[in-house]
């Protein structure tokens, strides 16, 4: 590798919103995040569904309205 040309690599420490933090080596130093794998939905299996715009249901009342016509 060439001198002089690349960014110093050491440990550094990850900090995420929920208070878990971890070690690992990086061009940073401190490295700060909204969701970890602690947190996130998808490793907890706690997954929580926002519908806020009714989008489930309008889904829900097209597919019953869909099937009902192919019952027919």
Not at 16 to 32: D, H, L, P
């Amino acid at each position: 590798m060439k001198k002089k040309i690349h960014p110093e690599y050491g440990p550094s420490k990850i900090h995420c919103a929920c208070g878990e933090t971890a070690e690992v080596n990086s061009t940073r130093k401190e490295i700060r995040v909204g969701i970890c794998s602690k947190c996130h939905p998808f490793f907890t299996g706690k997954q929580k569904l926002v519908d806020t715009e009714g989008r489930i249901e309008k889904f829900n009342r097209r597919y019953e309205k869909k099937t009902a016509e192919k019952a027919k």
